[in-house]
């Protein structure tokens, strides 16, 4: 979140459940995967070694990264 966004926790009856408070102006991004399975998923998106991308770069991608047509 962004430094202008303010944050409070607000403790909802007597079971030790809270809800998160945010106010102001400014971005909240929110992370709903755990985060084991956001890495696994980041990992799994990411360039391999030794494997060709496709649709890098858009359609000057392939001459870009040196690719004969």
Known sequence: MQPSVDFDNQFVGGEGLFLARL?????VWLQ????SRLANRVLA???QAGKKQVGEG???GGFLN???P
Request: aromatic fraction near 6%; glycine fraction near 22%; hydrophobic fraction near 35%.
């Open 66 to 68: 040196g690719d004969k």
């Open 58 to 60: 858009g359609l000057l």
């Open 45 to 47: 998106a990411a360039p």
């Open 23 to 27: 106010t102001g102006p400014g971005k």
């Open 32 to 35: 709903s995967l755990p985060f």
